[in-house]
DNA sequence: GTGAAAGCGCTAACAG
DNA sequence: CTGTTAGCGCTTTCAC
């Protein structure tokens, strides 16, 4: 007790049991007596005694932390998957360990490594990546259970995982806009360098949600039997690529007169380039977005989206994994968690012009 | 080796070394030969060793992470803020333990307790109390260095803080309607319930961001010898209840011409208000927010805002919490930093009506 | 029901 | 430079 903070031989020797004893009083195990469990708890207290999760961690095996990598947690549809996984976690005791990768690869994988190292007792990840997974792999040789939100990962193996219906939530969305006449219908996507590409080569059940939405968006093009002119499909780095691209396409492709955009960063984009240009929406053109933000409703026009259900993403994958670290079901198959999305019409979307 | 993962041990005795070399080697301390270097790392890889911090940690004293609690990562504000602490701290190796409490003290108390048993190296938070702070007392009292965020706390007790220069920011926001001639100016506050009071009565010296952001209202129509009608002063719950309160306002305090919204979520609230109301903005009734976000240039008109260095905040924190890590200067005063707003002015305020 | 002793995986003295 | 020996603070047999 000398130097640093109190430890259970320090509340023992005050309390005058054993060291066992404190610490079945304090650790809230075993079967101490009343009488002892009284003395113990007075000693604590006056001490200012605080239990030792690294140590109690080290012999139990188990530090009740689980890790969750997102690549960036500002971006609303993480920030409230991460308020999911949150209460599941601290409603069964374990505290989270969070990582915002910045959708840096390199850090995605230092952190990951980093996490182990700490012996998180699971991993929650949305991988920056849907091919490299050695990382991943990796995580799972060690015995930790792991959970992939929002994107599956090839490299990663067989493994728990919690998605949105990604690619019939676009076509969904897609249709909606046929159905009500549009023909030219542009898309804004992802671009995933290079990396969506060699997946598909190597035939991979992996892609980026991006990607998917606009599978989606080319099977409800089919459907309707409509042909996807190359031009309508525009692929961004981030908001202000997509805002630039859309403004393009609203001058150079008179015919369009309607646009998809995949993810909640290109929404704001396209949506941007929509109020900066000359043709009026929904009059002229539709949009439609993805993922319900306070914004929809406080543009003019309202608009219009396919809304996740984000918060439940992260509970699911929340309430997956602790499942995992709680029965011995640690053995059975992986399981694949599949959230519905919804549609929401707003204002952004109408028939196209005369 | 036979269950678990490997240890120190099963690479020592793989590679014929002691278990101290091999720490050496793996710990990256001391100066072992770089033959053995070689002997251990290969063994390490074959193994699949990977270095345990818990174990570290127990004999280091240090878990090289940071406890970060906030009242809600989905309030962009925060999501921000952390990403700057995050950023700053992964450049230091530090991981980071993060909370969401949900508003709620009573959560607060036990991330932070929980926090201290997990054994953090330091912590920061952006408390839910100004008033309340026996968890943060003794935070201190435990020798873990505390930074505050973004708010004081009277309970705390002499302790580092990072903050913005609300008062000011809020005079000169309210200043420049003025300027442009308003003279019923109303504003939206949070409700901070009893707590500001009774922290008032106690002449507190910590107050909630949005208090202090009322008083550089109040301070503003001092100045320009204003007398502010309580009416105009509405002090809301969260966005719908500031939405309600606005749209209320407007048609029964028609002298009423501008209106300043001291937080992002009744910046959201007042906004939609307004949107709803038959008064056009701004050439009936200006609106300046606080917090920048991405939609404050898609609405119609654009919003004029204050905005703040999240971003800055956070890493601030960081950066005053590491110094505190690092260095012996553990023992010196207290500081605290102050960070500037700025105003940025756009389509939501003009002059009032002649 | 309670205590003594061993040990979790690692680092830190201290000898050699 | 390398190995031996102690622990860090706790839980967990195992006797009593």
């Known amino acids: 007790m000398a130097a640093g ?13 054993s060291p066992a004893t404190a610490g079945r009083v304090l650790g809230g195990y075993g079967t101490p007596s009343p009488e002892l469990v009284r003395r113990v708890q007075d000693s604590a207290r006056r001490l200012g005694y605080r239990a030792n999760d690294v140590a109690r961690s080290i012999v139990t095996g188990s530090t009740r932390v689980i890790g969750v990598v997102v ?12 308020n999911g996984i ?10 989270m360990l969070l990582v915002s990768t910045r959708m840096d690869l390199a850090r995605e994988r230092s952190a990951v490594e980093a ?7 699971g991993m ?3 991988s920056a990546s849907v091919s490299e997974g050695g ?6 040789e060690a015995g930790v259970p792991l959970v992939l939100l929002d994107r599956r990962n090839d490299g990663a193996g067989a493994v728990d995982s919690v998605l949105l219906d990604n690619r019939a939530a676009a076509q969904r969305a897609v249709s909606h806009l046929l159905d009500l006449g549009h023909r030219a219908v542009a898309v804004v996507t992802s671009a995933t360098p290079s990396e969506s590409r060699s997946a598909r080569r190597r035939r991979s059940a992996a892609e980026f949600p991006s990607s998917l939405r606009f599978e989606g968006y080319l099977d409800a093009l089919d ?8 031009g309508w499909v525009l692929r961004c780095d981030d908001a202000d690529a997509a805002c630039e691209r859309v403004r393009d396409l609203l001058v150079t492709r008179p015919e369009v007169t309607a646009v998809f955009a995949t993810t909640n960063v290109m929404t704001g984009g396209a949506f941007r380039a929509i109020m900066d240009g000359d043709r009026r929406c929904p009059e002229d053109v539709s949009l439609m977005g993805f993922d319900d933000h306070e914004w929809s409703t406080l543009v003019r026009p309202q608009l219009s989206v396919v809304a996740q259900p984000a918060y439940d993403l992260g509970a699911a994958a929340g309430t997956v994994l602790l499942g995992r670290l709680a029965g011995p079901g ?12 919804s549609l929401i019409v707003r204002g952004s979307v109408a028939a196209p012009p005369a």
Chains 1, 2 share one sequence.
Request: some cysteine; charged content about 30%; overall charge positive.
């Open 86 to 95: 949150s209460d599941r976690a601290r409603a069964a005791g374990y505290e």
């Open 124 to 126: 929650i990840v949305a």
């Open 71 to 82: 690549s960036d947690i500002e971006n609303p549809f993480f920030a409230r998957a991460v």
């Open 115 to 121: 996490l182990m190292a700490k012996r998180v007792d």
């Open 135 to 140: 990382h991943l792999r990796r995580v799972r």
């Open 330 to 341: 640690s053995r059975s198959a992986p399981s694949e968690t599949i959230l519905q999305s």
């Open 5 to 17: 903070r109190p430890t259970i031989i320090d509340v023992a020797r005050d309390a005058g049991v």
């Open 223 to 230: 459907e309707a039997g409509v042909t996807c002119d190359p």
